[in-house]
Protein backbone atom coordinates (compact mmCIF):
# COMPACT_ATOMS: atom_id res chain seq x y z
CA UNK A 1 0.00 0.00 0.00
CA UNK A 2 0.88 3.77 -0.54
CA UNK A 3 1.70 5.93 2.10
CA UNK A 4 1.14 9.76 2.69
CA UNK A 5 4.42 11.63 3.11
CA UNK A 6 4.07 14.77 4.47
CA UNK A 7 6.40 17.66 3.17
CA UNK A 8 6.77 19.69 5.97
CA UNK A 9 8.76 23.45 5.60
CA UNK A 10 9.67 25.88 8.23
CA UNK A 11 10.05 23.90 11.13
CA UNK A 12 6.19 22.48 10.82
CA UNK A 13 5.55 20.29 13.51
CA UNK A 14 6.54 16.67 12.73
CA UNK A 15 4.99 14.80 15.75
CA UNK A 16 1.96 12.85 15.33
CA UNK A 17 3.26 11.91 12.08
CA UNK A 18 4.47 8.77 10.18
CA UNK A 19 6.22 9.62 7.24
CA UNK A 20 7.42 13.26 6.78
CA UNK A 21 10.05 14.96 4.39
CA UNK A 22 12.06 17.53 5.93
CA UNK A 23 12.65 20.48 3.72
CA UNK A 24 15.97 21.99 5.09
CA UNK A 25 16.05 24.59 2.16
CA UNK A 26 12.56 25.88 2.88
CA UNK A 27 13.25 27.10 6.88
CA UNK A 28 13.20 23.71 8.05
CA UNK A 29 16.50 22.56 10.23
CA UNK A 30 17.01 18.97 10.97
CA UNK A 31 14.64 17.93 13.85
CA UNK A 32 15.26 14.59 16.06
CA UNK A 33 13.05 11.69 14.48
CA UNK A 34 10.73 10.46 17.06
CA UNK A 35 10.55 6.84 16.80
CA UNK A 36 8.64 5.23 14.55
CA UNK A 37 8.99 8.11 11.44
CA UNK A 38 10.33 7.66 8.20
CA UNK A 39 12.13 10.72 7.62
CA UNK A 40 13.30 12.12 4.26
CA UNK A 41 15.98 15.10 4.19
CA UNK A 42 15.76 16.94 1.19
CA UNK A 43 17.37 20.18 0.55
CA UNK A 44 16.27 21.34 -2.64
CA UNK A 45 18.91 23.29 -4.65
CA UNK A 46 17.95 26.34 -6.57
CA UNK A 47 18.97 25.45 -9.74
CA UNK A 48 16.32 22.50 -9.30
CA UNK A 49 13.37 24.49 -8.40
CA UNK A 50 14.79 24.69 -4.34
CA UNK A 51 14.78 27.76 -2.47
CA UNK A 52 18.71 26.44 -0.73
CA UNK A 53 20.61 30.25 -1.39
CA UNK A 54 23.99 28.56 0.27
CA UNK A 55 26.86 26.19 -1.74
CA UNK A 56 26.77 22.87 -2.62
CA UNK A 57 29.55 22.30 -0.12
CA UNK A 58 27.12 23.46 2.44
CA UNK A 59 24.30 21.63 1.46
CA UNK A 60 26.03 18.27 1.05
CA UNK A 61 27.10 18.89 4.58
CA UNK A 62 23.29 19.15 5.89
CA UNK A 63 22.37 16.28 3.62
CA UNK A 64 25.44 14.11 5.14
CA UNK A 65 24.14 15.43 8.71
CA UNK A 66 20.62 14.53 8.49
CA UNK A 67 21.74 10.93 7.27
CA UNK A 68 23.55 10.68 10.19
CA UNK A 69 20.79 11.97 12.77
CA UNK A 70 18.07 9.56 11.84
CA UNK A 71 17.04 10.44 8.51
CA UNK A 72 15.27 7.26 6.91
CA UNK A 73 16.49 8.59 3.52
CA UNK A 74 17.79 11.33 1.78
CA UNK A 75 16.70 12.99 -1.91
CA UNK A 76 19.37 14.10 -3.95
CA UNK A 77 18.90 15.37 -7.67
CA UNK A 78 20.13 13.20 -10.23
CA UNK A 79 22.23 16.56 -11.61
CA UNK A 80 24.02 17.22 -8.18
CA UNK A 81 27.72 16.41 -8.99
CA UNK A 82 28.29 15.27 -5.49
CA UNK A 83 26.28 11.98 -3.57
CA UNK A 84 25.80 11.60 0.00
CA UNK A 85 28.02 9.78 2.08
CA UNK A 86 25.41 8.28 4.43
CA UNK A 87 25.38 5.11 7.35
CA UNK A 88 24.32 1.69 6.01
CA UNK A 89 20.31 1.64 5.47
CA UNK A 90 19.65 5.37 4.76
CA UNK A 91 18.39 5.23 1.40
CA UNK A 92 19.39 7.57 -2.29
CA UNK A 93 16.36 9.06 -3.36
CA UNK A 94 17.91 10.23 -6.80
CA UNK A 95 15.03 13.18 -8.28
CA UNK A 96 14.60 14.90 -11.46
CA UNK A 97 12.03 18.01 -11.48
CA UNK A 98 10.45 19.32 -14.34
CA UNK A 99 8.21 22.80 -13.75
CA UNK A 100 7.63 23.22 -17.15
CA UNK A 101 6.66 19.49 -18.98
CA UNK A 102 7.23 15.88 -18.85
CA UNK A 103 10.87 15.32 -20.22
CA UNK A 104 11.16 13.50 -23.46
CA UNK A 105 13.56 10.53 -21.87
CA UNK A 106 11.56 10.67 -18.46
CA UNK A 107 11.81 6.74 -18.52
CA UNK A 108 15.56 6.59 -19.22
CA UNK A 109 16.31 9.21 -16.51
CA UNK A 110 14.52 7.21 -13.85
CA UNK A 111 16.96 3.88 -15.75
CA UNK A 112 19.89 5.97 -14.83
CA UNK A 113 18.83 6.74 -11.31
CA UNK A 114 17.96 3.13 -10.62
CA UNK A 115 21.26 1.97 -12.31
CA UNK A 116 23.64 4.33 -10.16
CA UNK A 117 22.01 2.77 -7.50
CA UNK A 118 19.30 4.93 -6.16
CA UNK A 119 16.96 3.22 -3.77
CA UNK A 120 14.12 4.62 -5.14
CA UNK A 121 13.94 7.17 -8.05
CA UNK A 122 12.04 9.85 -8.55
CA UNK A 123 10.36 11.81 -11.20
CA UNK A 124 8.70 15.04 -10.48
CA UNK A 125 6.90 16.64 -14.17
CA UNK A 126 4.05 19.03 -15.17
CA UNK A 127 2.12 17.77 -17.76
CA UNK A 128 0.81 19.64 -20.16
CA UNK A 129 -1.49 17.66 -21.80
CA UNK A 130 -3.40 13.96 -21.79
CA UNK A 131 -0.34 12.23 -23.26
CA UNK A 132 1.92 13.43 -20.82
CA UNK A 133 -0.10 12.84 -18.36
CA UNK A 134 -0.16 9.12 -19.17
CA UNK A 135 3.57 8.90 -19.85
CA UNK A 136 4.07 9.75 -16.25
CA UNK A 137 1.23 7.08 -15.32
CA UNK A 138 2.45 4.50 -17.68
CA UNK A 139 6.53 4.88 -16.17
CA UNK A 140 4.88 4.61 -12.29
CA UNK A 141 3.33 1.36 -13.36
CA UNK A 142 6.15 0.39 -15.27
CA UNK A 143 8.67 0.85 -12.29
CA UNK A 144 6.09 0.04 -9.45
CA UNK A 145 7.64 0.38 -6.12
CA UNK A 146 10.72 1.28 -7.61
CA UNK A 147 10.06 5.00 -8.18
CA UNK A 148 8.09 8.14 -7.35
CA UNK A 149 6.50 9.52 -9.99
CA UNK A 150 4.80 12.70 -9.18
CA UNK A 151 2.56 14.51 -11.78
CA UNK A 152 2.87 18.24 -10.59
CA UNK A 153 0.40 20.96 -11.83
CA UNK A 154 -3.78 21.11 -11.89
CA UNK A 155 -3.41 18.32 -14.55
CA UNK A 156 -1.16 15.98 -12.48
CA UNK A 157 -3.75 16.61 -9.23
CA UNK A 158 -5.79 13.26 -9.85
CA UNK A 159 -2.73 10.85 -10.90
CA UNK A 160 -1.06 11.86 -7.71
CA UNK A 161 -3.78 9.81 -5.84
CA UNK A 162 -4.13 7.26 -8.29
CA UNK A 163 -0.49 6.55 -8.60
CA UNK A 164 -1.52 4.84 -5.78
CA UNK A 165 -3.30 1.98 -8.11
CA UNK A 166 0.30 1.85 -9.94
CA UNK A 167 2.44 0.91 -7.28
CA UNK A 168 4.05 3.92 -6.18
CA UNK A 169 5.71 3.65 -2.63
CA UNK A 170 4.59 7.20 -1.68
CA UNK A 171 2.72 10.28 -2.37
CA UNK A 172 3.66 13.83 -1.03
CA UNK A 173 1.04 15.77 0.95
CA UNK A 174 1.15 19.56 2.50
CA UNK A 175 0.64 19.54 6.29
CA UNK A 176 -2.65 21.80 5.74
CA UNK A 177 -4.47 23.93 2.98
CA UNK A 178 -2.06 26.21 1.51
CA UNK A 179 1.45 24.94 2.70
CA UNK A 180 2.28 23.12 0.12
CA UNK A 181 5.39 22.58 -1.30
CA UNK A 182 4.66 21.75 -4.97
CA UNK A 183 2.28 22.82 -7.34
CA UNK A 184 -0.68 19.95 -7.61
CA UNK A 185 -0.11 18.54 -3.96
CA UNK A 186 -2.93 18.00 -1.69
CA UNK A 187 -3.36 18.41 2.39
CA UNK A 188 -2.83 15.78 3.98
CA UNK A 189 -5.87 15.93 6.33
CA UNK A 190 -8.06 15.31 2.86
CA UNK A 191 -5.88 12.71 0.92
CA UNK A 192 -6.27 10.72 4.48
CA UNK A 193 -9.82 11.22 5.47
CA UNK A 194 -11.78 11.63 1.98
CA UNK A 195 -9.65 10.01 -0.45
CA UNK A 196 -8.53 6.87 2.14
CA UNK A 197 -5.20 7.05 0.44
CA UNK A 198 -3.80 4.61 1.98
CA UNK A 199 -6.01 2.09 0.81
CA UNK A 200 -5.52 2.59 -2.48
CA UNK A 201 -3.89 -0.64 -4.14
CA UNK A 202 -3.55 -1.84 -7.96
CA UNK A 203 -7.46 -3.38 -7.26
CA UNK A 204 -9.06 0.25 -6.06
CA UNK A 205 -11.82 0.78 -8.21
CA UNK A 206 -11.46 4.60 -9.70
CA UNK A 207 -13.98 7.05 -10.54
CA UNK A 208 -13.18 10.44 -11.54
CA UNK A 209 -15.20 14.04 -12.63
CA UNK A 210 -13.99 15.21 -15.41
CA UNK A 211 -14.35 19.22 -16.41
CA UNK A 212 -12.24 22.26 -16.38
CA UNK A 213 -12.99 24.04 -14.07
CA UNK A 214 -13.36 20.89 -11.64
CA UNK A 215 -12.38 22.68 -8.27
CA UNK A 216 -15.71 23.47 -7.35
CA UNK A 217 -17.47 19.87 -8.40
CA UNK A 218 -18.69 18.66 -4.60
CA UNK A 219 -19.05 14.99 -6.60
CA UNK A 220 -15.45 13.81 -4.85
CA UNK A 221 -17.35 13.94 -1.47
CA UNK A 222 -20.17 12.98 -1.96
CA UNK A 223 -18.67 9.77 -3.85
CA UNK A 224 -16.33 8.99 -1.40
CA UNK A 225 -17.89 9.60 1.82
CA UNK A 226 -20.43 7.01 0.26
CA UNK A 227 -18.13 4.52 -0.64
CA UNK A 228 -16.45 4.63 2.44
CA UNK A 229 -19.69 4.11 4.04
CA UNK A 230 -20.40 1.35 1.61
CA UNK A 231 -17.10 -0.41 2.26
CA UNK A 232 -16.54 -0.03 -1.31
CA UNK A 233 -12.92 -0.49 -2.22
CA UNK A 234 -13.27 2.69 -5.10
CA UNK A 235 -11.53 6.23 -5.31
CA UNK A 236 -13.38 9.25 -6.60
CA UNK A 237 -11.10 12.31 -7.97
CA UNK A 238 -11.24 15.31 -9.29
CA UNK A 239 -9.90 15.19 -12.90
CA UNK A 240 -9.13 18.44 -14.87
CA UNK A 241 -9.75 17.84 -18.47
CA UNK A 242 -8.75 19.92 -21.34
CA UNK A 243 -10.99 20.44 -24.47
CA UNK A 244 -11.08 17.86 -26.72
CA UNK A 245 -8.96 15.62 -24.44
CA UNK A 246 -12.01 14.26 -22.23
CA UNK A 247 -11.48 10.22 -23.47
CA UNK A 248 -7.41 10.47 -23.56
CA UNK A 249 -7.60 11.84 -20.15
CA UNK A 250 -9.76 9.21 -18.67
CA UNK A 251 -7.70 6.36 -20.68
CA UNK A 252 -4.70 8.07 -18.86
CA UNK A 253 -6.43 7.84 -15.77
CA UNK A 254 -7.73 4.12 -16.02
CA UNK A 255 -11.09 5.15 -14.32
CA UNK A 256 -13.63 2.93 -14.93
CA UNK A 257 -16.68 5.38 -14.97
CA UNK A 258 -16.74 9.10 -15.21
CA UNK A 259 -19.14 12.26 -13.96
CA UNK A 260 -18.56 14.82 -17.10
CA UNK A 261 -19.00 18.30 -16.27
CA UNK A 262 -18.22 21.86 -17.95
CA UNK A 263 -17.43 21.77 -20.91
CA UNK A 264 -17.63 17.98 -21.68
CA UNK A 265 -20.90 17.01 -22.17
CA UNK A 266 -21.49 17.40 -25.75
CA UNK A 267 -18.14 15.47 -26.16
CA UNK A 268 -18.81 12.76 -23.84
CA UNK A 269 -22.29 12.07 -26.09
CA UNK A 270 -20.79 12.29 -29.11
CA UNK A 271 -17.87 10.07 -28.54
CA UNK A 272 -19.29 7.16 -26.30
CA UNK A 273 -21.82 4.68 -27.70
CA UNK A 274 -24.94 6.95 -26.25
CA UNK A 275 -28.12 5.38 -24.58
CA UNK A 276 -31.61 6.89 -25.58
CA UNK A 277 -31.10 9.60 -23.08
CA UNK A 278 -27.95 10.67 -23.70
CA UNK A 279 -29.09 10.48 -27.58
CA UNK A 280 -32.01 12.50 -27.06
CA UNK A 281 -30.33 15.21 -24.86
CA UNK A 282 -27.52 15.27 -26.89
CA UNK A 283 -25.03 15.18 -23.84
CA UNK A 284 -23.93 12.92 -21.49
CA UNK A 285 -22.99 13.51 -17.76
CA UNK A 286 -22.22 9.91 -17.36
CA UNK A 287 -19.65 7.35 -18.60
CA UNK A 288 -18.93 3.62 -18.22
CA UNK A 289 -16.12 1.90 -19.46
CA UNK A 290 -17.53 -1.41 -20.76
CA UNK A 291 -16.08 -4.46 -22.87
CA UNK A 292 -13.36 -1.87 -24.11
CA UNK A 293 -15.20 0.83 -24.98
CA UNK A 294 -17.30 3.88 -23.27
CA UNK A 295 -21.15 4.17 -23.03
CA UNK A 296 -22.94 7.45 -21.99
CA UNK A 297 -26.04 8.63 -20.36
CA UNK A 298 -27.25 11.39 -18.86
CA UNK A 299 -28.64 11.46 -15.41
CA UNK A 300 -29.04 15.65 -15.12
CA UNK A 301 -32.27 15.46 -17.26
CA UNK A 302 -33.77 13.01 -14.38
CA UNK A 303 -32.55 14.74 -11.30
CA UNK A 304 -33.47 17.86 -12.59
CA UNK A 305 -37.28 17.51 -13.47
CA UNK A 306 -37.71 15.74 -9.72
CA UNK A 307 -35.97 18.15 -8.12
CA UNK A 308 -37.73 21.11 -10.07
CA UNK A 309 -41.32 19.14 -9.46
CA UNK A 310 -40.52 19.01 -5.85
CA UNK A 311 -39.64 22.44 -5.86
CA UNK A 312 -42.79 23.31 -7.48
CA UNK A 313 -44.49 20.98 -5.13
CA UNK A 314 -46.56 20.01 -8.97
CA UNK A 315 -46.28 18.20 -11.62
CA UNK A 316 -43.82 19.83 -14.73
CA UNK A 317 -46.84 20.13 -17.18
CA UNK A 318 -47.92 22.91 -18.61
CA UNK A 319 -45.66 25.57 -17.54
CA UNK A 320 -43.88 28.58 -19.09
CA UNK A 321 -40.16 27.95 -19.20
CA UNK A 322 -37.05 30.18 -20.24
CA UNK A 323 -34.05 28.36 -19.97
CA UNK A 324 -30.92 30.49 -19.90
CA UNK A 325 -27.68 29.15 -21.31
CA UNK A 326 -27.55 26.94 -24.29
CA UNK A 327 -24.60 24.19 -23.15
CA UNK A 328 -24.44 20.56 -21.85
CA UNK A 329 -27.42 21.11 -18.39
CA UNK A 330 -29.71 23.18 -20.96
CA UNK A 331 -29.69 20.42 -23.11
CA UNK A 332 -30.40 18.12 -20.05
CA UNK A 333 -33.10 20.59 -18.90
CA UNK A 334 -34.89 20.98 -22.51
CA UNK A 335 -35.28 17.32 -22.96
CA UNK A 336 -36.82 17.28 -19.09
CA UNK A 337 -39.41 19.77 -20.06
CA UNK A 338 -39.95 19.46 -24.00
CA UNK A 339 -43.24 18.13 -24.40
CA UNK A 340 -45.68 18.83 -22.10
CA UNK A 341 -44.36 22.56 -21.82
CA UNK A 342 -44.01 25.82 -23.28
CA UNK A 343 -40.28 26.40 -24.22
CA UNK A 344 -37.97 29.19 -24.44
CA UNK A 345 -34.21 29.66 -25.01
CA UNK A 346 -31.97 32.81 -24.09
CA UNK A 347 -28.40 32.03 -24.76
CA UNK A 348 -25.41 34.57 -25.19
CA UNK A 349 -24.41 32.77 -28.69
CA UNK A 350 -27.27 33.85 -30.85
CA UNK A 351 -26.45 30.98 -33.77
CA UNK A 352 -25.95 28.40 -31.13
CA UNK A 353 -28.89 29.49 -28.96
CA UNK A 354 -31.17 28.88 -32.35
CA UNK A 355 -29.77 25.55 -33.54
CA UNK A 356 -30.69 24.19 -30.02
CA UNK A 357 -33.99 25.67 -29.27
CA UNK A 358 -35.12 24.25 -32.84
CA UNK A 359 -33.72 20.90 -31.63
CA UNK A 360 -35.83 21.08 -28.45
CA UNK A 361 -39.05 22.92 -30.25
CA UNK A 362 -38.55 25.69 -28.39
CA UNK A 363 -37.98 29.59 -29.12
CA UNK A 364 -35.53 31.32 -28.91
CA UNK A 365 -35.57 35.44 -26.79
CA UNK A 366 -33.49 37.73 -25.89
CA UNK A 367 -31.70 37.35 -22.51
CA UNK A 368 -33.96 40.18 -20.86
CA UNK A 369 -37.03 37.77 -21.61
CA UNK A 370 -39.53 39.88 -23.64
CA UNK A 371 -42.39 41.00 -22.17
CA UNK A 372 -45.16 38.96 -23.69
CA UNK A 373 -43.60 35.93 -21.96
CA UNK A 374 -45.73 34.87 -19.00
CA UNK A 375 -43.21 33.30 -17.31
CA UNK A 376 -43.52 30.47 -14.78
CA UNK A 377 -40.34 29.24 -14.32
CA UNK A 378 -36.82 30.73 -15.18
CA UNK A 379 -33.92 28.13 -15.21
CA UNK A 380 -30.27 29.13 -15.19
CA UNK A 381 -28.15 26.91 -16.66
CA UNK A 382 -25.12 29.14 -17.21
CA UNK A 383 -21.94 28.81 -14.66
CA UNK A 384 -22.62 32.29 -13.63
CA UNK A 385 -22.88 32.93 -9.88
CA UNK A 386 -20.38 29.86 -9.07
CA UNK A 387 -18.06 29.72 -6.84
CA UNK A 388 -15.57 31.55 -7.06
CA UNK A 389 -17.79 34.12 -8.76
CA UNK A 390 -20.73 33.98 -6.14
CA UNK A 391 -21.21 38.00 -6.42
CA UNK A 392 -22.59 37.56 -10.23
CA UNK A 393 -25.94 36.81 -11.09
CA UNK A 394 -27.07 35.73 -14.82
CA UNK A 395 -29.90 37.51 -14.68
CA UNK A 396 -31.54 40.92 -13.00
CA UNK A 397 -34.31 40.00 -10.45
CA UNK A 398 -35.83 42.82 -11.30
CA UNK A 399 -37.10 41.68 -14.61
CA UNK A 400 -38.47 38.62 -12.58
CA UNK A 401 -42.17 38.84 -13.32
CA UNK A 402 -44.45 38.22 -9.49
CA UNK A 403 -44.84 34.25 -8.76
CA UNK A 404 -42.72 32.93 -11.33
CA UNK A 405 -40.03 30.30 -9.61
CA UNK A 406 -36.51 30.54 -10.11
CA UNK A 407 -34.15 27.10 -10.63
CA UNK A 408 -30.81 27.76 -10.71
CA UNK A 409 -28.73 24.57 -11.61
CA UNK A 410 -25.60 26.21 -9.87
CA UNK A 411 -25.28 24.36 -6.87
CA UNK A 412 -22.03 25.93 -5.14
CA UNK A 413 -23.09 28.03 -3.29
CA UNK A 414 -26.14 26.55 -2.35
CA UNK A 415 -27.82 29.82 -2.36
CA UNK A 416 -26.62 32.02 -5.08
CA UNK A 417 -26.81 35.44 -5.53
CA UNK A 418 -29.68 34.66 -8.21
CA UNK A 419 -32.03 32.81 -5.58
CA UNK A 420 -30.98 35.44 -3.00
CA UNK A 421 -32.67 38.39 -5.29
CA UNK A 422 -35.30 35.79 -6.60
CA UNK A 423 -36.05 34.71 -3.23
CA UNK A 424 -36.34 38.80 -1.96
CA UNK A 425 -38.54 39.77 -4.84
CA UNK A 426 -40.86 37.22 -3.80
CA UNK A 427 -40.51 34.31 -5.92
CA UNK A 428 -39.88 30.93 -5.33
CA UNK A 429 -36.24 29.92 -5.53
CA UNK A 430 -35.46 26.25 -5.87
CA UNK A 431 -31.48 24.72 -5.31
CA UNK A 432 -29.63 23.10 -7.99
CA UNK A 433 -28.83 20.65 -5.12
CA UNK A 434 -31.61 18.62 -5.62
CA UNK A 435 -30.68 18.49 -9.07
CA UNK A 436 -27.20 17.23 -7.87
CA UNK A 437 -27.93 14.83 -5.78
CA UNK A 438 -30.41 13.20 -8.32
CA UNK A 439 -27.88 12.85 -10.93
CA UNK A 440 -25.07 11.14 -8.49
CA UNK A 441 -27.67 8.98 -6.98
CA UNK A 442 -28.43 7.35 -10.59
CA UNK A 443 -24.85 7.77 -11.54
CA UNK A 444 -24.30 5.26 -8.71
CA UNK A 445 -26.68 2.93 -10.20
CA UNK A 446 -25.68 2.92 -13.78
CA UNK A 447 -21.68 2.00 -12.59
CA UNK A 448 -23.24 -0.40 -10.00
CA UNK A 449 -26.02 -2.04 -11.18
CA UNK A 450 -27.77 -1.44 -8.01
CA UNK A 451 -28.89 1.42 -6.12
CA UNK A 452 -26.38 2.91 -3.72
CA UNK A 453 -29.03 2.04 -0.74
CA UNK A 454 -28.20 3.68 2.51
CA UNK A 455 -24.70 4.54 1.75
CA UNK A 456 -25.59 7.26 -1.24
CA UNK A 457 -28.58 8.08 0.93
CA UNK A 458 -26.85 8.83 4.01
CA UNK A 459 -23.79 10.69 1.96
CA UNK A 460 -26.59 12.35 0.63
CA UNK A 461 -27.84 13.13 3.82
CA UNK A 462 -24.86 14.37 5.14
CA UNK A 463 -24.59 16.57 2.34
CA UNK A 464 -27.77 18.17 2.45
CA UNK A 465 -27.89 18.44 6.21
CA UNK A 466 -25.60 21.44 7.95
CA UNK A 467 -24.07 22.12 4.49
CA UNK A 468 -21.55 19.94 5.72
CA UNK A 469 -20.32 18.43 2.55
CA UNK A 470 -20.47 22.34 1.15
CA UNK A 471 -18.47 23.71 4.21
CA UNK A 472 -15.73 20.71 4.05
CA UNK A 473 -15.67 19.82 0.57
CA UNK A 474 -14.01 23.14 -0.61
CA UNK A 475 -11.63 20.33 -2.70
CA UNK A 476 -9.23 21.26 -0.49
CA UNK A 477 -6.55 21.28 -3.47
CA UNK A 478 -3.46 22.89 -2.41
CA UNK A 479 -3.22 26.14 -4.45
CA UNK A 480 -0.42 25.42 -6.79
CA UNK A 481 0.81 29.05 -6.32
CA UNK A 482 4.58 27.50 -5.02
CA UNK A 483 6.38 25.25 -6.76
CA UNK A 484 9.13 23.13 -5.47
P1 LIG B 1 -21.42 24.33 -20.31
O1 LIG B 1 -21.74 23.19 -21.18
O2 LIG B 1 -20.08 24.96 -20.38
O3 LIG B 1 -22.53 25.45 -20.60
C1 LIG B 1 -22.53 26.69 -19.95
C2 LIG B 1 -23.44 27.63 -20.72
O4 LIG B 1 -23.45 28.86 -20.02
C3 LIG B 1 -22.97 27.92 -22.14
O5 LIG B 1 -24.08 28.01 -23.00
C4 LIG B 1 -22.30 29.27 -22.01
O6 LIG B 1 -22.37 30.07 -23.16
C5 LIG B 1 -23.15 29.90 -20.93
N1 LIG B 1 -22.42 30.93 -20.23
C6 LIG B 1 -21.28 30.81 -19.52
N2 LIG B 1 -20.93 31.99 -19.02
C7 LIG B 1 -21.86 32.88 -19.43
C8 LIG B 1 -22.03 34.27 -19.24
N3 LIG B 1 -21.16 34.98 -18.53
N4 LIG B 1 -23.11 34.86 -19.79
C9 LIG B 1 -23.99 34.14 -20.52
N5 LIG B 1 -23.87 32.82 -20.72
C10 LIG B 1 -22.81 32.21 -20.19
O7 LIG B 1 -21.63 23.95 -18.77
P2 LIG B 1 -22.75 22.99 -18.14
O8 LIG B 1 -22.21 21.63 -18.01
O9 LIG B 1 -24.01 23.22 -18.88
O10 LIG B 1 -22.86 23.57 -16.66
C11 LIG B 1 -23.36 24.87 -16.42
C12 LIG B 1 -23.59 25.08 -14.94
O11 LIG B 1 -24.59 24.19 -14.46
C13 LIG B 1 -22.36 24.83 -14.08
O12 LIG B 1 -22.34 25.76 -13.04
C14 LIG B 1 -22.59 23.44 -13.52
O13 LIG B 1 -21.94 23.22 -12.27
C15 LIG B 1 -24.10 23.48 -13.34
N6 LIG B 1 -24.68 22.13 -13.34
C16 LIG B 1 -25.26 21.72 -12.20
C17 LIG B 1 -25.82 20.46 -12.16
C18 LIG B 1 -26.48 20.00 -10.90
O14 LIG B 1 -26.52 18.80 -10.66
N7 LIG B 1 -27.01 20.93 -10.11
C19 LIG B 1 -25.77 19.62 -13.27
C20 LIG B 1 -25.19 20.11 -14.43
C21 LIG B 1 -24.63 21.37 -14.46
P3 LIG B 1 -21.68 29.63 -24.54
O15 LIG B 1 -22.57 28.60 -25.10
O16 LIG B 1 -21.66 30.88 -25.32
O17 LIG B 1 -20.33 29.13 -24.15
Redesign the pocket.
Known amino acids: MSRICVSLSGGAAIAGRSFVEIRLDRGSSWPVIPAGCDAIATCRASWEGGTFAGSEEERRALVERAASSGAWAVDVEARAAWRPARPGGVKLILSHHDFEGVPADARGLAQRMLSEKADIAKIAATPRSAGELRALIDLQRDLGARAVVVPMGELGAAARILGARSGAPWTYAAPADGESTAAGQWGEAELRSLYRFERISPSTRAFCVAGDPVA?SKSPWLFNTAFAKAGLDAVYVPALTRDGELFSTLEALGVEGASV???H?VDAARGAAADATARRTGAA?TLTRRDGGWEATNT?AA?FLESLEAGLGRAAKGLRVVVL??????R?ILAALAGPNVLFLA???AV?TGELAREFDATPVPWTVGKGIALDVLVN????G?EPGVDET?FAAAGLPAGCAVYD???NPRETRLLREAAAKGCRAIS??G??VG?AARQWKTWFGKEGGSAIKEAIEEFLGEGKGNNETKNEKVKTKNKK
Open positions: HTIPKNDGGAGGAAAGRNKTTSVMPCVYGVMFQ
